[in-house]
Nanobody, 125 residues
Framework: QVQLVESGGGLVQAGGSLRLSCAASGRTFSSYTMGWFRQAPGKEREFVTAITWNDGTPYYADSVKGRFTISRDNTENTVYLQMNSLKPGDTAVYYC??????????????????WGQGTQLTVSS
């Protein structure tokens, strides 16, 4: 079992930055691909970014490429999402997820077994 707890959400103005954190329990964190997904009101949960367990390859949705950066610290069992140049369209609940998945499949939310409760990000214009 893996338990995930997100933190760092809040209200930020457009153009601003914020960093989300996701702390994981368990001793097998390093063997999980970690992903960030988001869900805006009335929309499906969508892929944002992921970082694989085996070689640390990051994957990004086109909408956030060049603005968001994912990283992980396996010694702290934590994954981070640095978000820059935020836009109102980034407003959503952001979820951290863990799964034994590799490669392109890291974009697929159904590949993830464990999810956090989510943290709200609101970007004002």
């Amino acid at each position: 079992q893996v338990q995930l707890v997100e933190s760092g959400g809040g209200l930020v103005q457009a153009g601003g930055s914020l960093r989300l954190s996701c702390a994981a329990s368990g001793r097998t964190f390093s063997s999980y691909t970690m992903g960030w997904f988001r869900q805006a009101p009335g929309k499906e949960r969508e892929f944002v970014t992921a970082i694989t367990w085996n070689d640390g390859t990051p994957y990004y949705a086109d909408s956030v490429k060049g603005r968001f950066t994912i990283s992980r610290d396996n010694t702290e069992n934590t994954v981070y999402l640095q978000m820059n140049s935020l836009k109102p369209g980034d407003t959503a609940v952001y979820y951290c997820a863990a799964g034994r998945v590799a490669g392109w499949a890291a974009r697929n939310r159904y590949q993830y077994n464990y999810w956090g409760q989510g943290t709200q990000l609101t970007v004002s214009s």
